[in-house]
Structure formats: structure tokens, C-alpha cells
């Protein structure tokens, strides 16, 4: 069976190592991986600068979603798996121009400590008291989906929006709260409003059946003298994220992989998938459209146009990091944690700021501090057409102005500054995701050697884009074996 894979992103490089497996492990199967940029990776690409490592796209990816490190474990990178420092975990929201602290409890937005809950300065009295009011809402069914600001703000105010889940979905994923789906981005919380009505109770609920789960768990192993690796709730790699794209890259099969070259067109006939790219047409059994949607919208488009409108529909968002590089003699003392959130309120370009040699140890050199900040998003898009100096200025004026100009004095100048721009890469899952994947499936069924994977059909992360890509491979791979036995 010979298969396309368009799109060399982390899912497209995913679901070719897949491939490769299964024609080590002897089964009949061809891959030709059109990547149209240069490099492989998409939107993963890091690189090491005077010892610091610089992550232009994602930094890391959540440990509790297996897929990364399981294939990370896979590739041989094990041992370069480096878990985020949680002793120092601390997030603050920009409040009036201040660090405010994420209050201790917090799980999925939703507040579960009374104490740090009533103590913190992040909200009002007048929300305090809804969110202790939150405990007596009743069950609701659940119904058409609807806006993850609708659901917060049913539950516990407009300043929860504005204060939590708005910087928490923008800051992460360039996401705008009154856009995204609750269904798709937190389904936990629908469920647990149908069942629970007050998403504080639901919360609690689920939180003591982990608890019960982990010490049954616990308590069935048997006990040895290893001690488990640590875990953070982000991991990633000591030499960066872009060690996991060469690592993929060296395992596939070099003459079948072209860069550089997008593929132009495609078209469904008789004998399979024919595909142009770089001046050629090539015919195919299978295709993965491992491409961004508005990208698979465009090509399968050709050859159902309700398909390619339904994937042209799917909104993206485009974002800027900024990477500043400073020695930390010529800086006050930044605030404990992980970095910072801009809620859309405060009006600043910035979304978020991570103190990137906090988050991860181990990355930069003792002495120096890497300042990143993530611009942008699905509410500030003309920002990509600034110039980079533009960035940059902007970037720093805004860390004096929200860190004091005692911690990130204007004269201040960083060793190195780097701007990347990423257009419409990241997939926003808006109200109506799901019935519009169920129309979506329905018509990739009926065409048949046809998968997608990547980040906008069921999980934004690495993960969720990993496993995507390695399922469609094994998906062909399986129907290939099926094909070849009704043959025979
Ligand atoms: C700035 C930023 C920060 C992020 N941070 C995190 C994070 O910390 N943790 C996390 O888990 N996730 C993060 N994400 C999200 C995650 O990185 C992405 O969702 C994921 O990498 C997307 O992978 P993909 O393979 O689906 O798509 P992409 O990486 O977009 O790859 C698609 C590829 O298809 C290629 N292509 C397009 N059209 C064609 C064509 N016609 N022919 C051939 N090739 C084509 C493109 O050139 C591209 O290389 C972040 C994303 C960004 C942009």
C-alpha cells in the first residue's frame, strides 16, 4: 500500500513513523511525506543559542496525556525527558497592573479551597460569593453546546471570565473563552453540570475518586526501592522539543521524505489518490491529510466541496513568542513561578510571559534569563504585521511596566531577541465542534484510503496530535491487511 502523508508537522512525522514500524515489522506499505516548508516539524522548532534553549513554537507538552512521552520513550529520548519544576509552579493574572497569584485548588478554572478561594486578591467580594453560591445550583441537562465564557459565567460570574478562563484558553492556546466550545475544551465541566449542577461539588467528587484511585493503585504495587521518576505537570526535552522532530526525522526513510515541497493538488480517481506536487503527479492507495484544516479544506475541497468547506470552516488563530535572553546581573529579582496571564481587559499585546529557566531547569545557562512572551491570538491578529524591533520594544515595555522597572529595568538591554510568527497554526475548537467533526467523519468515511490527523479535529496539544497521526497510520495499515487477506 502506498500512502501520502501531507503536512511534516508533529502529527504528519507521527503517523510516517508509524508507517515505518509496520514495513520493519515486514508489512507491505510505501510512504511519501510532503512537507512545504524547508524543515520538518510545523510548529515545533527550538533551537540552542550560547547554551540557553530557545523554544520558538510549543515549550513543552502536559504529562498527563501519554502519547508524547511514551513515543519520546520510544525514540530513545528518554533519558532527555525533563519534568517542569513544580516546587516553583506559580502563575500570576496581570490585575490592574499587578502579579496577582492563581489561588491555591484551582483544577480546570473551577476553584475547589475555601480558604485560598476567599483569601485571594484575584476576584471580588461579589464573586467570592457567587462562586460559594456556585454549590447550591441544581443539576442541568445538557443541551446545545455553548460558549466556554457562557458556561463560566453562568456558574460564576463575569469576572471569572475575564480573570480565569479567558487568560487561561488565550494565554495556552491563543483561544478567545467566548468563542471556544465547553463541549469540546472542557468537557469534564459539562458532564459534571449534568450531573452535579454545581461544577465546585463535581469537581470535589472527581477529585476524591482519583485520590481513591491512586491510593488503590499505590497500594497494589509492589513496593521496591525504586523511586518513581518525577513527574510535573508539563514535560519536555533537556535539548529541546525539536530533539523529538530529528529524532522522528532519522527514523523515516530519507528518499521518501520531500521538504519543500507542498502538495498542489488532489484528486480522487479509479486507481487511488493522485497527488501534484513540485511539478509531479503521483498516484496513491491512501492519504493522511496531516495538514493544517484550512490547508486539507483547500486541496479536498477538489473532490468534495461540502468536505472542504466544512474543514475550511474550522477557525484558526495565529500567535507571536517572543524569546528574550538577558544575564541576570543586568535584572531586579523576577517573582517566584512559572510566569504570567493578560487577561484581554488589561489591554496589553502580551497574552502571556513565561520565565522560561524557572519552568525548566537545566535549559539555560546559570547566570542568564529567558523571558518569553506568547502575543497574538484569535482577538489581536494584526499584530503579526508588526515588525520584529516593533515586537521586541513592545515586549520590554510592557514586562517594565507590568514587572517594575526595578525588574526589568527599560535600559535593560536582552543578549538576544527572537520573534517567530505563527499564521493560522493553531486550531480554535469554536461552538458546534463536535456535530461539525460527526459531518466531518461521515463524508472522510464515505471516500474511502482517507485520513486527517492533526490539531484541529480532537486535541490542540502534542499529544492528542501524536496519537492522531499514528491511529490513521495504524487505521491504514489495518485496512491494507484486510484488503490483502480477501485477496489471497
Ligand atoms: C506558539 C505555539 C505554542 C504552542 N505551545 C504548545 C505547548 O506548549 N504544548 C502543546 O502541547 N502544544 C502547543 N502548541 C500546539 C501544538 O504545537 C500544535 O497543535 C501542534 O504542533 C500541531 O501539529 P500538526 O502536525 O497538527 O500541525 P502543524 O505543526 O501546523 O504542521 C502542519 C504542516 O503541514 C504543512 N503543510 C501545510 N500545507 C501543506 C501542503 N499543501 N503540502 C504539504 N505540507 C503542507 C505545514 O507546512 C506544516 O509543517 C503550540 C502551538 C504554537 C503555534
Redesign the pocket.
Known amino acids: 500500500m502506498r500512502t501520502a502523508i501531507?503536512?511534516?508537522?508533529?502529527?504528519?512525522?507521527a503517523a510516517a513513523y508509524e508507517l515505518e514500524k509496520a514495513r520493519a515489522a515486514g508489512a507491505a506499505v510505501k510512504y511519501t511525506l510532503?512537507?512545504?516548508?524547508e524543515r520538518?516539524?510545523?510548529?515545533?522548532a527550538s533551537e540552542i543559542l550560547n547554551g540557553a534553549v530557545l523554544e520558538?513554537?510549543?515549550?513543552?507538552?502536559?504529562t498527563e496525556k501519554p502519547a508524547?512521552a511514551a513515543l519520546c520513550r520510544e525514540l530513545g529520548l528518554g533519558d532527555a525527558l525533563t519534568p517542569s519544576n513544580d516546587a516553583n509552579r506559580k502563575t500570576y493574572i496581570v490585575v490592574r497592573n499587578r502579579l496577582v497569584p492563581l489561588p491555591d485548588g484551582l483544577m480546570f478554572l473551577i476553584p475547589t479551597k475555601l480558604v485560598p478561594t476567599a483569601l485571594t486578591r484575584l476576584f471580588s467580594p461579589m464573586t467570592k460569593l457567587r462562586m460559594a453560591l456556585e454549590l447550591l445550583h441544581p443539576p442541568r441537562p445538557s443541551g446545545h453546546d455553548e460558549s466556554v465564557a457562557t458556561l463560566v459565567e453562568r456558574h460564576f460570574g463575569a469576572e471569572a471570565v475575564d480573570r480565569l478562563a479567558d487568560p487561561l484558553l488565550s494565554g495556552?492556546?491563543g483561544g478567545d473563552a467566548s468563542q471556544l466550545s465547553a463541549r469540546t475544551v472542557l468537557p469534564k465541566l459539562v458532564e459534571m453540570e449534568s450531573e452535579y449542577g454545581s461544577l465546585t461539588r463535581g469537581m470535589l467528587a472527581a477529585h476524591r475518586k482519583m485520590r481513591k484511585k491512586m491510593a488503590a493503585s499505590h497500594a497494589a504495587k509492589p513496593q521496591g526501592n525504586a523511586r518513581p521518576a518525577p513527574r510535573g505537570i508539563?514535560t519536555t526535552l533537556r535539548g529541546g522539543m525539536q530533539q523529538l522532530v530529528d529524532a522522528l526525522e532519522a527514523r523515516l526513510e530519507p528518499a521518501w521524505v520531500r521538504r519543500s515541497?507542498?502538495?498542489?493538488a488532489l484528486e480522487k480517481t479509479e486507481g487511488g489518490w493522485k497527488i501534484a506536487?513540485g511539478g509531479v503527479t503521483e498516484l496513491f492507495d491512501a492519504v493522511i491529510m496531516?495538514?493544517?484544516a484550512w490547508?486539507a479544506g483547500e486541496?479536498l475541497g477538489a473532490v468534495d466541496p461540502v468536505l472542504g468547506e466544512e474543514l475550511g470552516g474550522i477557525p484558526y488563530s495565529s500567535?507571536i513568542?517572543v524569546n528574550l535572553v538577558y544575564d541576570e546581573a543586568k535584572l531586579g529579582r523576577l517573582p517566584d513561578g512559572f510566569g504570567f496571564l493578560v487577561p484581554a481587559s488589561a489591554g496589553r499585546a502580551m497574552l502571556a510571559c513565561t520565565f522560561v529557566h524557572r519552568k525548566f531547569l537545566g535549559r539555560t545557562p546559570p547566570g542568564k534569563a529567558v523571558v518569553r512572551a506568547?502575543l497574538g491570538g484569535a482577538k489581536n491578529e494584526s499584530l503579526l504585521n508588526e515588525s520584529d524591533d516593533a515586537l521586541i520594544a513592545t515586549v520590554r515595555r510592557e514586562l517594565s511596566e507590568i514587572l517594575g522597572s526595578q525588574v526589568i529595568p527599560r535600559e535593560a538591554e536582552p543578549e538576544h531577541a527572537q520573534v517567530?510568527r505563527?499564521r493560522r497554526?493553531?486550531?480554535q475548537y469554536a461552538v458546534g465542534h463536535q456535530e461539525r467533526m460527526q459531518r466531518i467523519t461521515a463524508r472522510v468515511a464515505a471516500l474511502g484510503g482517507l485520513r486527517l490527523?492533526?490539531?484541529?479535529y480532537d486535541g490542540?496539544?502534542?499529544?492528542d496530535?501524536i496519537r492522531l497521526?499514528r491511529q490513521a497510520a495504524q487505521e491504514l495499515v489495518e485496512s491494507g491487511k484486510t484488503a490483502s487477506q480477501q485477496v489471497s
Request: proline share 7%; net charge neutral; glycine share 18%.
Open positions: 501531507i503536512g511534516g508537522g508533529i502529527a504528519g512525522l510532503f512537507e512545504a516548508r520538518l516539524g510545523g510548529s515545533i520558538r513554537g510549543p515549550d513543552s507538552f502536559i508524547a495556552i492556546y508539563f515541497t507542498p502538495v498542489s506536487a496531516a495538514s493544517p490547508a486541496l500567535s513568542t506568547f517567530s505563527w497554526a493553531m486550531a490527523a492533526g490539531n484541529a490542540i496539544g502534542i499529544p496530535c497521526g
